[in-house]
DNA sequence: GTACTATGTAACAATATGGTTACATACACA
DNA sequence: TGTGTATGTAACCATATTGTTACATAGTAC
């Protein structure tokens, strides 16, 4: 669930948002934001130490690419409690399709 | 978004956790975890900040609940990708129920 | 009113975070 | 081999975070 520490800096939701569209590498991520190549770099790591992405090397490039693992732990850790936030009738539809 | 750097830390987590089993108040919640009494305080004030939970008084109590929308929120965030990390078999039971 | 209870805030310290610039490393290609 | 390109790391700084203890505030109840 450290995922969700990383996730937690909107710039790297950004970066995250930009991988689910489609790998990426390193430097084409880093100009789409308003900071230096470096931080940039440092928020791939700290995404890749949380296991949310993973980097591929293809000659000087590093492709990053989204992993769904970490992503998937949170969508659980939110599924617990889906119920609560969803309102009945939400729940009543969910109820009937697992039914089915 | 703000609710997700809150859920970030591992003692908020299980805060919430704790209140969307029930409400609960201050003290209460104070004494589950391992830390000061100020410290929990301060937590819960930046669930409160987030919008996360919501503090009822009665008479010196402070009664926590869980303020749905902020979770529903990254629910939300969640929902526009979780096609990318649901399996195939998933996407295609999740379909055939919408056709339903 | 006084004493007790529940809780938030202030002040402080230690550590973490996120940014910068300068530097190191590694591959490509003429 | 030497030069340019892509990228990560180091060193540093400012600010945020998280914990502590001491204190303030507000309600309860005698």
Same mark, same amino acid.
């Given at each position: 669930?450290?995922?969700?520490a990383?996730?937690?800096d909107?710039?790297?939701r950004? #970066?995250?948002?930009?991988?689910?569209a489609?790998?990426?590498d390193?430097g084409?991520?880093a100009?789409m934001f308003?900071? @230096?190549?470096?931080a940039?770099?440092?928020?791939?790591?700290v995404?890749?130490?949380?296991?949310v992405v993973? @980097?591929?090397?293809?000659?000087?490039r590093? #492709?990053?690419?989204?992993? @769904?693992?970490p992503?998937?732990e949170?969508d659980?850790w939110?599924?617990?409690?889906?119920?609560?936030w969803?309102?009945?009738?939400?729940?009543?539809?969910?109820?009937?399709?697992?039914?089915t």
């Open positions: 669930m450290n995922a969700m990383a996730l937690a909107p710039t790297r950004e #970066i995250v948002e930009v991988l689910l489609a790998p990426a390193a084409t991520l100009h308003p900071i @230096s190549r470096p940039v770099s440092r928020h791939l790591r995404l890749r130490e949380a296991g993973r @980097s591929e090397i293809v000659a000087q590093r #492709i990053y690419h989204i992993e @769904s693992a992503l998937k949170i659980a939110m599924e617990r409690y889906r119920e609560f969803t309102d009945r009738l939400d729940r009543l539809d969910a109820h009937l399709q697992k039914e």
